[in-house]
């Protein structure tokens, strides 16, 4: 420690933001060059070399780290007070395929550079500090999203681990290829009495601070998300000699579900629903179409919303096959209530940015995160900083330095509060 002022605080503490640029550039270099964007996508080959880089961080922060059963890479500094509960920091590391170079990734470089600090200037907190890079956030072919953050709060079920991509490779089969043990994934779960706080600083996503010209904002809560697909059975005809009003055409009857779920969530407030894969047996013109599968979510960040849209979606599905003479079947996925952020700790966070100079605005999460999980172990809070264009899951995603700059700062003046509060 540079002056030994054990369990001193210092007032504010600056962030050394070339450091974290530059963890921007390196790991921006880690990723899959057969897709667009910046893609490292989970437990691939660039996955599990950025988070050797993140390990090797965080040693050389002095955190004391290791990797669990699933591939959390988790980093540890003993505070004072060893009976003293964790505050934990993270975010995680992995993208969406064509995916960009913030998300998620801010909030890992972030929590480190908490560390650095702390290191740089002495200060020893009363608690332990525990950073995490969450495995897997963003999901899989398997359909399961907070893999790593699941794990740790020990909702990554039997379910989860054998649900199967389409070519029948099992969650727990991506897992054990990237070098990890998924049958141990019992080890991985934190007691939350171990716990006092979790923090993650992220990208917005989404135009609202930008709109608002507003450069923090604190999470009030974080959007439920419920997956969906609809089977459509039609009747398989020849497409040249079958009248239009005799046909009992899937593809028709899916589009038309497409374009219902995106109805049906306009129709809602704070309701989004999306699509994502429209995929028929036979890719034939001249053939009718006999099965289509439509694939989407909705997101609400109240519960009564998702509901409300999984009923309009379920009363719509016989409308949509009596106009098609098609016969459909909709199975509901997982589905992730919203989660609420704890309003004492988003007090706390809102306070931190204040001693750092910076008005915060408070916000609901479109997007969903780790936290939802962790806010099961402990109170979550969570830092946005704006996305330029509200653009994100994309190449385009951008976040101007001086914005990373002012959320690592008031993240390190909330990791101080949070220890003094
Ligand atoms: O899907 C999400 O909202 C997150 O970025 N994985
Ligand atoms: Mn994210
Ligand atoms: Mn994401
Ligand atoms: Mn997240």
């Given at each position: 420690?540079?002056?030994?002022?054990?369990?001193?605080?210092?007032?504010?503490?600056?962030?050394?933001?070339?450091?974290?640029?530059?963890?921007?550039?390196?790991?921006?270099?880690l990723?899959?060059p057969?897709l667009?964007?910046?893609s490292?996508?989970?437990f691939?080959?660039?996955?599990?070399?950025?988070?050797?880089?993140?390990?090797?961080?965080?040693?050389?922060?002095?955190?004391?780290?290791?990797v669990?059963?699933?591939?959390n890479?988790?980093?540890?500094?003993?505070?004072?007070?060893?009976?003293?509960?964790a505050?934990?920091?993270?975010?995680h590391?992995?993208?969406?395929?064509?995916?960009?170079?913030?998300?998620?990734?801010?909030?890992?470089?972030?929590?480190?550079?908490?560390?650095?600090?702390?290191?740089?200037?002495?200060?020893?907190?009363?608690?332990?500090?525990?950073?995490?890079?969450?495995?897997?956030?963003?999901?899989?072919?398997?359909?399961?999203?907070?893999?790593g953050?699941?794990?740790?709060?020990?909702?990554?079920g039997?379910d989860h681990?054998?649900?199967?991509?389409?070519?029948?490779?099992?969650?727990?089969?991506?897992i054990?290829?990237?070098g990890?043990?998924?049958?141990?994934?019992?080890?991985?779960r934190?007691?939350?009495?171990?716990?006092?706080?979790?923090?993650?600083?992220?990208?917005?996503?989404?135009p609202?601070?930008?709109?608002?010209?507003?450069?923090?904002?604190?999470?009030?809560?974080?959007?439920?998300?419920?997956?969906?697909?609809?089977?459509?059975?039609?009747?398989?005809?020849?497409?040249?000699?079958?009248?239009?009003?005799?046909?009992?055409?899937?593809?028709?009857?899916?589009?038309?579900?497409?374009?219902?779920?995106?109805?049906?969530?306009?129709?809602?407030?704070?309701?989004?629903?999306?699509?994502?894969a429209?995929?028929?047996t036979?890719?034939?013109?001249?053939?009718?179409?006999?099965?289509?599968?439509?694939?989407?979510e909705?997101?609400?960040?109240?519960?009564?919303?998702?509901?409300?849209?999984?009923?309009?979606?379920?009363?719509?599905?016989?409308?949509?096959?009596?106009?098609?003479?098609?016969?459909?079947?909709?199975?509901?996925?997982?589905?992730?209530?919203?989660?609420?952020?704890?309003?004492?700790?988003?007090?706390?966070?809102?306070g931190?940015?204040?001693?750092?100079?910076?008005?915060?605005?408070?916000?609901?999460?479109?997007?969903?995160?780790?936290?939802?999980?962790?806010?099961?172990?402990a109170?979550?809070?969570?830092?946005?900083?704006p996305?330029?264009?509200?653009?994100?899951?994309?190449?385009?995603?951008?976040?101007?330095?001086?914005?990373?700059?002012?959320?690592?700062?008031v993240?390190?003046?909330?990791?101080?509060?949070?220890?003094?509060?």
């Amino acid at each position: 420690w540079a002056d030994g002022r054990e369990g001193q605080v210092s007032a504010t503490i600056e962030p050394e933001i070339g450091w974290v640029q530059e963890g921007l550039d390196h790991l921006a270099t880690l990723v899959d060059p057969s897709l667009p964007g910046w893609s490292r996508t989970g437990f691939s080959v660039q996955d599990v070399e950025g988070r050797h880089w993140v390990a090797q961080q965080m040693r050389a922060a002095g955190l004391s780290t290791h990797v669990d059963a699933v591939g959390n890479v988790i980093g540890t500094f003993e505070g004072t007070a060893p009976a003293a509960p964790a505050i934990v920091v993270g975010s995680h590391s992995d993208t969406v395929p064509g995916g960009g170079r913030f998300d998620g990734i801010v909030g890992v470089l972030g929590a480190i550079e908490v560390a650095r600090a702390l290191r740089r200037t002495g200060t020893r907190l009363t608690h332990e500090l525990r950073i995490v890079d969450f495995a897997n956030e963003e999901g899989n072919p398997q359909g399961v999203k907070l893999v790593g953050s699941r794990a740790i709060a020990g909702t990554l079920g039997h379910d989860h681990l054998q649900a199967t991509d389409e070519g029948g490779v099992s969650l727990a089969d991506l897992i054990s290829r990237a070098g990890h043990s998924p049958e141990k994934v019992h080890t991985c779960r934190w007691d939350r009495a171990g716990l006092a706080a979790y923090l993650e600083l992220h990208i917005e996503q989404g135009p609202v601070l930008e709109r608002n010209g507003a450069g923090i904002g604190v999470v009030t809560r974080v959007c439920g998300i419920s997956t969906f697909h609809l089977d459509v059975h039609g009747r398989r005809d020849h497409a040249g000699t079958t009248p239009m009003d005799t046909r009992s055409d899937a593809m028709c009857c899916g589009a038309a579900a497409v374009l219902a779920v995106q109805r049906i969530a306009a129709a809602g407030s704070d309701t989004v629903g999306t699509v994502g894969a429209l995929t028929t047996t036979s890719p034939l013109t001249n053939v009718i179409s006999n099965f289509a599968r439509v694939t989407g979510e909705f997101r609400s960040p109240h519960m009564a919303g998702l509901r409300a849209l999984a009923e309009e979606l379920e009363a719509d599905i016989p409308r949509l096959d009596a106009a098609h003479r098609t016969t459909s079947s909709l199975s509901w996925g997982h589905t992730d209530p919203p989660a609420v952020m704890d309003r004492h700790l988003s007090d706390v966070v809102v306070g931190a940015a204040a001693t750092v100079g910076h008005e915060a605005v408070r916000l609901y999460s479109g997007a969903t995160h780790d936290s939802v999980q962790m806010s099961q172990l402990a109170p979550a809070g969570m830092i946005f900083v704006p996305s330029a264009g509200g653009r994100s899951h994309c190449p385009e995603e951008w976040t101007e330095l001086t914005d990373i700059e002012r959320g690592v700062r008031v993240l390190i003046q909330a990791v101080l509060d949070v220890d003094t509060g």
